[in-house]
């Protein structure tokens, strides 16, 4: 089945570490995205990537790192300058040709 | 740049009644639309998109709304709720170039029984 696949589903960090989130997609898309949600609030836009080896900053990248060596695989990490990093974390693609966006199921990041 | 606002942060519905979800725009160029629906730790799935062909678009589950461009809105309606509409509901609009998609707060929809 084609999909986006995002890991780990839960994930824990200490303060002071860096993390990785995982972003991986078999549906030929050439754009990717990630996405920051607080609870009550909408999704904000963290990075995005049209094109391997390219990616722009979203409204809120401060904090946060990515890369896009493959066109299928788009991952997030989350360094220590991040200061608020508790949130669900979204990865998204689409198909350049297109205008509709698909999500992965999401990743919970806590700070502990 | 675009925007968009969703009126209701909450509604509640019995099941069996109407629903509807307020959204209205803003946009310099001809937008296209979308609802997205969340269900509790889940990603996000499309609902319904409008892309400047029909006015009035049906989605999944029963759900549709209507583009009224003189309004600037959107509002996603269906007939009648059941449980599993429980979720939140987010309005969604971008513009020419696609990578600038703006997201409303959502709307928390309760169906009670």
């Known amino acids: 089945d084609g999909g986006i696949t995002q890991s780990p589903k839960y994930l824990f960090r200490k303060e002071g570490q860096n993390v990785t989130l995982s972003c991986e997609q078999n549906l030929n898309h050439d754009a990717m995205y990630w996405y920051r949600q607080d609870p009550g609030q909408g999704l904000r836009l963290i990075y995005y990537?049209?094109?391997?080896?390219?990616?722009q900053k979203g409204d809120i990248a401060e904090g946060y790192s990515v890369s896009r060596e493959k066109k299928e695989s788009f991952p997030l990490t989350v360094t220590s300058a991040q200061k608020n990093p508790t949130a669900f974390y979204l990865c998204?693609?689409?198909?350049?040709?297109?205008?509709?966006?698909?999500f992965g199921e999401g990743s919970w990041l806590t700070v502990v | 740049a675009q925007s968009v606002t969703q009126l209701d942060s909450h509604v509640s519905v019995s099941e069996g009644t109407p629903v509807l979800l307020r959204c209205n725009y803003s946009s310099s160029y001809s937008p296209s639309l979308f609802w997205y629906v969340q269900h509790p730790n889940k990603g996000l799935q499309l609902l319904l998109k409008y892309t400047s062909a029909a006015t009035l678009v049906k989605g999944i589950n029963g759900f549709e709304a209507e583009f009224k461009k003189s309004e600037t809105s959107f509002h996603l309606t269906k007939p009648s709720a059941h449980m599993s509409d429980a979720a939140e509901y987010f309005c969604v609009v971008s513009e020419w170039n696609n990578n600038d998609m703006r997201f409303g707060a959502g709307t928390r929809l309760t169906v009670k029984p």
């Open positions: 990537s049209q094109i391997v080896n390219d990616f």
């Open positions: 998204a693609s689409r198909q350049s040709s297109g205008n509709t966006i698909y």
